[in-house]
C-alpha cells in the first residue's frame, strides 16, 4: 500500500492485486509498463509468477521489480536467474525506489525527475 500511495503521488497509474495469479490476470487485461510485486505472495509466489510472465509472449518484455525483506542471496539470485530485473527491500527506501523505476523505464534517458 505505501509504495501504491507513493506511486499516485508521483503521477503514475497503479492497478493493485493481491496475488501471484491476479497479476497475470491483470497484466493480460492491460499491458503495464512495469511490474513490482512480492516475492512472498499467496497462491503463487514470485518465482512462479515471475516464471509464468517471462513465458508468455505478450508480458515477458515488462521490466518486473521484485520488492522483498527476504534477506537470503540464493532467493534474490533464484528470481534473478527466473528474469527479475531488479530488486528492492523493504523498508522501501523511496530515492532508491525512483533510481530502479528510472532506470527500468528509461534505460538510455537518465533518470525520472
Same mark, same amino acid.
Given at each position: 500500500m505505501?509504495?501504491?500511495r507513493?506511486l499516485?503521488?508521483?503521477?503514475c497509474?497503479i492497478?493493485l492485486?493481491?496475488?501471484?495469479?491476479?497479476?497475470?490476470?491483470?497484466?493480460r487485461?492491460?499491458?503495464?509498463?512495469?511490474?513490482?510485486?512480492?516475492y512472498?505472495?499467496?497462491?503463487m509466489?514470485?518465482k512462479?509468477?515471475?516464471?509464468?510472465?517471462?513465458?508468455? $509472449? /505478450?508480458?515477458?518484455?515488462?521490466?518486473?521489480?521484485?520488492?522483498?525483506g527476504?534477506?537470503f542471496?540464493? =532467493?534474490? %539470485? @533464484?528470481?534473478?536467474a527466473a528474469?527479475?530485473?531488479?530488486?528492492?527491500?523493504? $523498508? /522501501?527506501d523511496y530515492?532508491?525506489l525512483?533510481?530502479?523505476l528510472?532506470?527500468?523505464?528509461?534505460?538510455? =534517458?537518465? %533518470? @525520472?525527475?
Amino acid at each position: 500500500m505505501l509504495i501504491s500511495r507513493f506511486l499516485t503521488q508521483t503521477g503514475c497509474s497503479i492497478c493493485l492485486t493481491a496475488n501471484g495469479a491476479e497479476v497475470l490476470e491483470e497484466s493480460r487485461k492491460r499491458i503495464p509498463d512495469i511490474i513490482i510485486m512480492d516475492y512472498h505472495m499467496d497462491i503463487m509466489d514470485g518465482k512462479d509468477t515471475l516464471v509464468s510472465l517471462k513465458k508468455d $509472449p /505478450i508480458l515477458k518484455h515488462i521490466p518486473v521489480i521484485i520488492a522483498t525483506g527476504d534477506a537470503f542471496l540464493e =532467493s534474490r %539470485e @533464484l528470481m534473478m536467474a527466473a528474469g527479475a530485473s531488479a530488486f528492492i527491500e523493504k $523498508p /522501501i527506501d523511496y530515492k532508491f525506489l525512483i533510481k530502479v523505476l528510472s532506470q527500468q523505464l528509461h534505460p538510455l =534517458s537518465g %533518470e @525520472l525527475q
